[in-house]
């Protein structure tokens, strides 16, 4: 039996009605050329808060307990999932508190506080923890963690749902791996309305925990990780690895070039921006991947949240 | 009479049919919310090429007269209509030759030898027209004119009927204005169907000849622009002059903070790559013009060409 199951994204899909942006499905003969597959993107980069990661903050948070409903919302996140509490909480009329381990990126911050949540800065990711603990404590708070919560995990896997109701016929997805709450969605969606789609993780080889993780059935932790695919730093959870290790057909694994090759090609020739982390996904269609070629292959872009100050700074 | 009807732009829609791409349009919340208006996006950066251009070249060189069709092909242009011309030769199996003026973008270089065009640089744009009259000689080449040709102005307004099939209902539509051939096709698509759209050109104030042009009913040379926004340093034409006059509704003059202004929304809040000529376009609803408030707002998004080598050489 596993946490998370169809009818529960299914449920998590009703209730993002209307909330959450159903996000739009884009195409590219240049990418298909470029591949030697046909390829789908599904555009969470266009979703609320410029990633997916709205759609599980949400949903966990809406689907709280009756006696967990008055609480403030506590969560560690520098990225994506702490502007999707921010902005859940702000919809939803609650106090979200968020710890950010410095150093924190000022736009980043910026939007955080542009829903009104509270912001707790700590030197480092181990005094995150402690700040998490005693902010739990002392406002009687409610954790929503960023990955390894089954309710968040259904939200996550609203995308996939939406992606085979356009695109009823894919062969293969792709997804980054972080923590794995998307992909564990992913997997639930894909497999709970066609079990025969190959879902695929793509991790930088700068930080291999992941498919470390599910080659040993533990949770081997995250320990320097060297990539600029800021959202895939993270270790796996004892919630995701046991979902990723039934469903995933395999990884690939990609290098921090191939990533900014990625992320170039998704500005230069599909004009959309994306994050680092989305290219990871997308680097294993340039280097035509032979388990893809041919393929009908649905790629998640996961989200757009990229600091281009350097850029517009030199055009004024 | 016009040169240029909407059954002719009805034609041109049918002959690049498959061979053009169906742009998206796109809607954001935000962007609803910064500018007190519903806005729809025609994302023509998107399109071949990517920008409207490729519908214009394309479709004016598959219509040349019989005795043209053999002919090698001349324009001069250091922008998308370079590539429109060099993509729409390669398909039609047609040589190109291109015009461009120094100092020559190399990434703009590289597409369009990308397409197979050859390049014929000159040291300014005076030198450009007497390039072109000597390539057309010795060539026997035919000139396609970047804007000031009414089969490319039916090619343009294309992107308008496309437009107006998917939102049926706009009150307003903005559009940057260089030479005019896009507006001029726009212009005629959409009041062709419905008279009661207002159109607006936008243009920016350091390349005020159009707006001039129009009020003065004689075509005020472009002299030293000062504009980031490359598109649109051009003068207009004897044929877009006077499908202007009777049709724009108004014009929207645009700083050049606010182009950059502009630029970055579409980027950090869009999640798309707009050019600054875009970016004239989006502006006016920005700074919440009055005539635009509580209004359906089409913008044409002409295109997304834009040099990020600075930013991406950062990254790696």
Redesign the interface.
């Known amino acids: 039996m596993e946490p998370v199951s169809l009818p529960d994204i299914q449920k998590a899909a009703e209730r993002l009605g209307g909330v959450a942006?159903t996000t739009?499905v884009?195409t590219s003969?240049q990418l298909d050329e470029a591949s030697c597959a046909r390829v789908f993107l599904k555009?969470e980069?266009?979703q609320?808060v410029?990633a997916f990661k709205f759609r599980g903050a949400y949903h966990a948070i809406l689907t709280l307990e009756p006696a967990e409903q008055a609480k403030p919302v506590v969560t560690i996140s520098s990225g994506n999932h702490a502007q999707g509490v921010a902005l859940a909480c702000q919809l939803l009329g609650r106090q979200a508190h968020i710890v950010i381990a410095q150093p924190v990126n000022p736009l980043k911050r910026q939007a955080v506080l542009g829903y009104h949540a509270t912001i707790h800065e700590v030197p480092d990711t181990g005094q995150a923890e402690v700040k998490l603990c005693d902010l739990l404590e002392q406002l009687n708070g409610v954790h929503i963690h960023a990955f390894n919560d089954p309710r968040l995990i259904a939200g996550q896997g609203t995308a996939m749902l939406e992606f085979q109701a356009s695109i009823p016929d894919l062969d293969v997805v792709l997804a980054p791996i972080g923590g794995g709450g998307l992909l564990s969605g992913t997997c639930i969606a894909a497999h709970g309305t066609n079990p025969s789609i190959r879902i695929y993780a793509c991790e930088p080889t700068g930080a291999l925990d992941a498919i470390q993780s599910v080659r040993k059935n533990r949770i081997v932790p995250m320990t320097n990780p060297r990539t600029?695919a800021e959202g895939l730093r993270t270790s796996l959870g004892d919630v995701t690895l046991p979902i990723l290790r039934k469903h995933l057909a395999g990884f690939f694994t990609v290098e921090?070039?191939e990533i900014?090759s990625a992320?170039?090609f998704a500005?230069?020739?599909?004009?959309?921006?994306?994050e680092p982390s989305s290219a990871v996904a997308l680097a294993p269609l340039l280097r035509r991947e032979q388990a893809l070629i041919g393929k009908r292959v649905g790629v998640i872009v996961t989200g757009?949240n990229v600091d281009?100050s350097?850029?517009?700074e030199?055009?004024?």
């Open positions: 942006h739009p884009l003969r555009c980069n266009f609320r410029g600029i921090e070039d900014v992320m170039r500005f230069d020739r599909l004009k959309i921006v994306i757009g281009l350097s850029f517009f030199k055009l004024l």
